[in-house]
């Protein structure tokens, strides 16, 4: 029997949205949807990014998986309040993206951070004894300062990580390498200045880009609806009162905490204010 009621995907767009620091939860998420958005045949995608950036594994994979995808259909990437760093690098496997004029966005570099609390250890008497294979394996160990060959190895890794953003940003855009090198200097823009550097294609809101994702599909942008592919939440959740914004201020900070964590020593695509 078929259900009468089954949506007509070919009909809509679909739409994702990446919020805050990407991480090992949000690629699983967005590599999720995309594997929905291809299984369902969307006609077409559009990318809400609301990110400081993240980790730079991840953030490379959700841009090759949207790469393959724009073979497929249409993809247009909106960046919200802030798509800075690693939310730059997504945006990048876009076929075109549009951004507010005040977005928050640019940062194109890597960051690096370790933690030295020798002096205050000192200070407390506690010192540690390390067996090591090699004379890296602690590096960035956070009793003592790094070595100068320490430093050399940690900064070609970001040269390299740098490169690589960089090479992406000039091929998608159609830029010289040494253009994109002018302004990716981890330097903030807003969406105004981004659109005069090239990085972005229009100004406009989300509901402009949403209408400008339809027209692209051959779709009425009047009429055409998104389906937005959202994070299943557990069932019981959905039925729970409460006071959800207290609760989402919390598990935010929580998340940012974790991902600090998680994240201290790794080479990173994000803005850091």
């Known amino acids: 029997m078929v259900w009468p009621f089954k949506p007509r995907f070919s009909k809509q767009i679909a739409r994702i949205e990446i919020t805050g620091a990407i991480s090992t939860g949000t690629r699983k998420r967005v590599l999720e949807a995309l594997k929905t958005v291809e299984e369902k045949k969307f006609p077409a995608l559009l990318l809400r990014i609301d990110s400081p950036g993240g980790t730079v594994g991840d953030s490379q ?48 570099g890597v960051i690096l951070r370790g933690n030295n609390l020798e002096r205050l ?36 890794l970001i040269d390299i990580s740098y490169q690589q953003f960089v090479q992406t940003v000039a091929e998608a855009r159609s830029l010289a390498v040494d253009t994109v090198k002018s302004f990716a200097d981890g330097r903030i823009f807003t969406g105004q200045q981004a659109l005069e550097l ?3 294609d229009r100004l406009g809101t989300e509901e402009d880009a949403r209408r400008w994702t339809a027209e692209l599909a051959g779709l009425d942008p009047e ?18 009162p409460g006071n959800r914004q207290v609760s989402s201020g919390i598990g935010a900070g929580i998340d940012w905490l974790e991902f600090e964590m998680s994240t201290s020593g790794l080479p990173l695509w994000l803005y850091r204010p």
């Open 61 to 108: 994979e959700i841009y090759s998986a949207l790469k393959r995808l724009r073979d497929k259909m249409k993809i247009v990437a909106s960046f919200g309040n802030i798509s800075a760093s690693g939310g730059v690098y997504i945006g990048m496997g876009a076929e075109h993206i549009m951004a507010n004029p005040g977005t928050i966005t640019g940062s194109i």
């Open 198 to 200: 090239g990085v972005i």
């Open 223 to 240: 009429k055409t609806p998104c389906f937005t592919l959202e994070e299943r939440k557990p069932l019981l959740s959905r039925f729970l």
């Open 121 to 156: 250890l000192d200070k407390i008497g506690i010192s540690f004894k390390v067996i090591k294979s090699g004379p890296y394996k602690d590096i960035l160990a956070f009793d003592r300062e790094l070595t100068e060959p320490e430093q050399n190895i940690l900064q070609e």
